[in-house]
């Protein structure tokens, strides 16, 4: 299925939640199915940037994929209006935002198709996941448009094979409270090694080990699920409650 031009907004106050790690495997999932990805690293930490430049370095990055760090909102609505003119339709275009609200992320959020909230099992980070749900509702009262403002919705990070039961009550009570995706992305060694060396699906095809090679690909593929339903998300867009 053809999706074309998608612009997905990663955001949670909560600095530390997996917001780069979902832009990453989102970003190995689009390139391994053969789509152009554009990074928008808005955090001053640079860590989108840094994972290109290692990514290059290692040999595992595509010329498909491009990160660009800025700290200005404008610029980066004004390079998606670039995009827009060019005549690559199938482009995935992700934002990496820093933790906290500001003005800057009220812009950004505007600009894109679809908000998403990666979120670990625990107390604190299911309070900061409320905060944002919050900073999104008060939004949608202050834009003159506010039905054209993209959906929102929670995406769990590192979920282990085996939850204790105060994750598993921190699950319950996010799907009760907030929208979110049935897709995750678990907690596997496979994104640890993405993180420091490049692509998921590059990496994979470039290690000798079968096994292994095998655990990348699975990591691709569970990326991959959780991309197709924000695709389907952005067809069928759902509002917090």
Not at 115 to 129: A, F, H, K
Not at 136 to 144: E, K, P, S, V
Not at 164 to 188: I, K
Request: proline share 3%; with cysteine.
């Amino acid at each position: 299925m053809e999706y074309g031009i998608r612009v997905v907004l990663v955001m949670n106050r909560k600095g530390g939640s997996g917001k780069s790690t979902l832009c990453r495997a989102l970003a190995s999932a689009a390139v391994a199915r053969g789509e152009t990805v554009t990074i928008f690293d808005t955090d001053s930490s640079k860590s989108c940037l840094n994972w290109m430049r290692a990514g290059q370095t290692a040999g595992n990055w595509s010329p498909s994929v491009a990160v660009i760090h800025t700290l200005d909102a404008h610029r980066v609505a004004e390079a998606i209006d670039q995009i827009y003119e060019q005549p690559d339709q199938e482009h995935l275009i992700l934002i990496d935002t820093f933790g906290g609200g500001s003005e800057a992320q009220d812009i950004l959020a505007v600009a894109a198709h679809r908000i998403v909230c990666p979120m670990m099992l625990s107390r604190g980070d299911l309070s900061e996941t409320m905060e944002t749900a919050r900073w999104y509702l008060t939004l949608r009262q202050r834009i003159d448009r506010p039905e054209a403002l993209a959906g929102f919705s929670v995406i769990l990070s590192r979920v282990p094979a085996r939850l204790s039961e105060t994750e598993r009550l921190v699950a319950e009570e996010l799907f009760r409270s907030l929208p979110a995706c049935e897709a995750w992305l678990s907690n596997r060694s496979a994104y640890v090694r993405m993180d420091r060396e490049g692509l998921l699906g590059v990496i994979a095809d470039k290690t000798p080990n079968r096994g292994l090679a095998a655990h990348l690909q699975a990591a691709v593929t569970e990326a991959g699920a959780l991309l197709d339903e924000i695709d389907q998300s952005i067809l069928s867009p759902a509002e917090v409650a």
